[in-house]
């Protein structure tokens, strides 16, 4: 199996950046899990979930890699290989910044460059995504995804997250956690 490696690059480690890691632990397995960059008085809130390092994936020196990266030109499929599939430990934003490419992409040159399609997904929907590509063999194409959630705060109010969500059971893959975190929050 191979190891997804999640290089964090949010200032913070906001509790929404937690469950979206312990999330994706759950879909992978925390043995087959790192996680870089990540602060020193950070590293325990994780270190349940995966192997946790203080150091930058960008300085590991890793060999045969796959950067995950919307704007990559060519699209992963089941037949690519790689010891380590690298994500940006990114929360969405609408429209994207492209801050993959900017903040991780162009510091690993080594490294593949791979998309799973050109919309955006959240990280935890970005490996859910790859996994079930190199781990399960299947083609982006026979997978299912909806575009935008909805989540109901209340009987007048609700978020809405703008981003690609795979579908699971028919139901858009996202943690229970979340949805509650995301009804509690104020602003948002
Ligand atoms: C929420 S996305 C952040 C994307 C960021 N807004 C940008 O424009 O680069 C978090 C991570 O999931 C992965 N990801 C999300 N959608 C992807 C896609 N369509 N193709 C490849 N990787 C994707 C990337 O590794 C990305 O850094």
Redesign the pocket.
Known sequence: MSIFIIEHLEPELYPWCIIEYKSISKIVGRENLIFTNVAQKDVKKLSGYGLVFIKSVKKMKLKNTCV???E?KTQLNPKDKADYFI??G????DP??????VE?TKFIPNAKQR?????????DN?VFTVNKIINEHKYLKDLKFQDSVEIKKNKIESFILPYRYNLANGRPFICKELIEFLKKKKNF
């Open positions: 995950l990266d919307p990559a994500f940006g990114i929360l969405g934003d994207p910044r492209k801050r993959t490419g991780l998309n799973i399609g050109k919309q955006q997904l959240s990280t970005a």
